[in-house]
């Protein structure tokens, strides 16, 4: 559950301070729309903080995973784009960190053939992400490319051996199917030693933040701050932010989520404790709260957003990166298949 996997990411930060050279991180995203807050201070801002500390980096455009999302696959190019954007506007440094694609690496999708047969219907049923995210899509049928994305994401980890994958909560299910096709696969296939690594989660101080309307802050729920909106728009998304009629502020996430949820985003932009940032509020109400944070967040942001209009007029440079990610992620997804085909005796 959480409370391990917070624990767990405690004893990871230590060892990552230790020896970031022990470490390959593996993260990424669906390009499904503008990367949002909850992304931000889930997983993004973890995945920067790691790479400038030495750990060996790959981020991974998911753009095989909306072949099945209609609208979205008909503007893939521009998502795609505007991924790479949002990296490069928080930082993510395409000398130090490959950015690739699925789409791009033929090899990672043939592994994905041996880990289906390392996993049952049943156990991938269980899945209680699947089950959300079914329950939110807008289609009625679930395909079987949705239903196996937590097989394609071991593949998308374990193609580079990744050890380390600073994810959201919801994440949680999916990487403990990672795991298990890992072990499954050394056991059956490592002749007594190991092929892949046993990847662990790692939570930031925000595994879920939440939107507007007091859920998971989400692309496709209408209640995410875009990285990439200006401050007049975070303003209004922010102004109309559920909270709670009690008029004195205080940080309980079990008791207020939202107000919560609210305190926690101004402390992470503030570099504070939510508890600080609710005592300066105290009993001046939700108006009060939502002003400190949209002022904290926009503050937070300005830079971000100016790098990001600064890249966003180099085509050139976005293309570039996205080969040259390309390229380094092909040579390495084509020795871990090789390794593979001979543990699997070729009979793969
Ligand atoms: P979609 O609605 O298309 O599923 P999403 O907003 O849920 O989009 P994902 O692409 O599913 O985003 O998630 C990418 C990464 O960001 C994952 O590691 C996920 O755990 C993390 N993440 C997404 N939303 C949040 C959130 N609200 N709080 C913390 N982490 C989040
Ligand atoms: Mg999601």
Redesign the pocket.
């Known amino acids: 559950g959480t409370s391990a996997a917070r624990a767990r990411s405690a004893v990871l930060e230590e060892q990552i301070r230790e020896d970031p050279g022990r470490f390959r991180m593996l ?4 390009p ?2 503008r990367l ?4 931000y ?4 801002h973890n995945r920067v903080r790691l790479q400038d500390l030495g750990v060996e980096t790959y981020v991974i455009i ?1 753009d095989y995973q909306v072949l099945t999302d209609r609208d979205v696959a008909d503007t893939l190019t521009e998502h795609v784009e505007e991924l790479v954007l949002d990296y490069l506007a928080i930082g993510v440094d395409p000398e130090r960190s490959t950015i690739f694609t699925h789409s791009a690496i033929p090899a990672l999708n043939q592994l994905m053939l041996p880990f289906l047969s390392l996993v049952s219907v049943a156990e991938l049923s269980r899945n209680p992400t699947v089950k959300d ?1 079914i329950a ?1 899509s807008r289609q009625s049928a679930v395909s079987g490319l949705m239903f196996t994305y937590p097989v394609h994401q071991a593949a998308d980890i374990l193609f580079c051996k990744g050890n380390l994958v ?6 949680l299910p999916h990487l403990e199917i990672t795991r298990t096709i890992a072990r499954r696969f050394n056991d059956r296939y490592g002749n007594g030693g190991t092929v892949f690594p046993e990847p662990d989660a790692l939570l ?1 101080r ?6 507007t309307d007091g859920t ?6 209408r209640n ?1 701050v875009a990285l990439a909106a200006d401050a007049d728009e975070t303003a209004r998304l922010l102004k109309a932010a559920k909270t709670d009629s009690e008029r004195h502020i205080t940080y309980d996430p079990a008791g207020r989520p939202e107000v919560s949820s609210l305190l926690l985003l101004a402390a992470l932009c503030q570099n504070r404790t939510p508890e600080e940032v609710a005592d300066d509020i105290g009993s001046a109400g939700a108006a009060a709260l939502k002003k400190t944070v949209t002022e904290a967040v926009n503050e937070y942001l300005a830079p971000l957003r100016a790098r990001r209009a600064e890249y966003a007029q180099d085509r050139a440079y976005l293309h570039r990166t996205l080969r040259e990610g390309n390229e380094r992620a092909r040579a390495v997804a084509e020795t871990t298949l090789a390794q593979v085909r001979t543990a699997m005796k070729n009979h793969y």
Do not use: N, Y
């Not at 949002?36 to 992304?39: A, D, I, V």
């Not at 600073?166 to 994440?171: C, I, L, Y």
């Not at 925000?206 to 939107?211: D, H, I, V």
């Open positions: 993260t990424g995203d669906r499904t729309g949002h807050l909850g992304h201070f889930g997983t993004l998911a995210e939110h600073p994810v959201g909560q919801d994440q930031s925000a595994p879920l933040l939440l939107g998971k802050m989400s692309k496709s729920r995410a």
